[in-house]
């Protein structure tokens, strides 16, 4: 007899396995390997790393958002929690209030899981968790108590793409759709301007995990999103973010059925005005020369900026 499987997965996971996962990732916080950075710091005593967070969750916002790519969106929206803090940082991030200076307030894992239940009550289409990398563990202890009061909607895992492998096998059958960024093709270009060492090849294996454990894009009768991979690339200014050389690896390494979210929306926010090109908008040209890099190497689902 076959076993139907429940959606979203994380239904299907039994206690004794939930709890083997949380404890595997609390281990990872005693000397911190959750993110590549690897700080070995015990954030389990309050001691901090790269990512600036201890033990304790920080949020600086969540609501029912519509700016998502339309198939997390639907007709009642994207359920997004924002977390304080990233283990990127980027000279030019747009969100830099709450991802370097740590604009935020703290939560227990209780009104972690309160939240998540009261945006399921709003009708979201999904739990989006917005830079989770660095609280994993946190999640899935939260995610644990969630699902005891009903939460029933699938997991975004909203990332950088700046992953640990071990740390998204944890994540295995508990995400349904993983939004990673896949925002460098140069290690260098991405250790100066985001402090994220060794960007490209992390990134690539990152995204072959989450590929591995959700497959390409599929959704419901309506267009939602149920599972799978969308990958997000920002267009930077001259030429920074190597979309050639992105979409080549996708399309050999992931899949040529991968969606893409080519995004035109970069302007010099936080410090980016005093590193050149990125102290300008990105022109017409760049964009179109990305757009013709997706199409050449044979990609063909995704969005795109049509009014730059």
């Not at 709003?122 to 989770?132: A, E, G």
């Not at 995990?209 to 894009?217: I, P, S």
């Not at 040209?285 to 995704?302: I, S, V």
């Amino acid at each position: 007899m076959i076993r139907k499987l429940k959606y979203p997965r994380y239904l299907n996971i039994k206690e004794e396995a939930f709890d083997r996962r949380i404890e595997k990732a609390y281990k990872l916080l005693s000397s911190c390997e959750v993110c590549p950075h690897k700080c070995r710091v015990n954030r389990l005593k309050g001691e901090r790393g790269f990512c600036r967070s201890s033990e304790e969750v920080m949020i600086s916002s969540y609501n029912t958002h519509f700016g998502e790519e339309p198939p997390l969106v639907g007709n009642f929206g994207s359920g997004t929690i924002f977390f304080t803090n990233c283990n990127l940082k980027c000279i030019y991030c747009q969100n830099y209030p709450i991802s370097q200076l740590g604009n935020g307030n703290k939560v227990t894992l209780q009104e972690l899981a309160k939240i998540m239940l009261a945006l399921q009550k709003r009708k979201c289409h999904n739990i989006n968790l917005v830079t989770p990398t660095h609280f994993v563990p946190q999640i899935l202890k939260s995610l644990k108590l969630a699902i005891k009061m009903g939460l029933c909607i699938p997991l975004v895992y909203n990332t950088s793409g700046y992953d640990s492998v071990n740390t998204l096998k944890l994540l295995d059958s508990v995400v349904d759709i993983y939004l990673p960024d896949a925002r460098y093709a140069d290690n260098e270009i991405a250790r100066k301007y985001s402090s994220a060492p060794n960007y490209f090849k992390i990134m690539k294996k990152s995204l072959k995990e989450m590929y591995r454990q959700v497959g390409d894009l599929a959704v419901d009768k309506t267009g939602v999103a149920r599972s799978g991979l969308i990958v997000r690339h920002l267009v930077l200014p001259g030429g920074l973010s190597g979309t050639k050389k992105i979409m080549h690896f996708i399309t050999r390494e992931i899949s040529p059925h991968t969606y893409i979210s080519l995004m035109a929306q970069y302007f010099p926010a936080y410090q980016a005005d005093q590193f050149p090109p990125l102290s300008r908008r990105i022109d017409k040209k760049e964009y179109r020369e990305a757009l013709q890099a997706f199409k050449e190497e044979g990609l063909e689902n995704g969005w795109f900026q049509k009014d730059i």
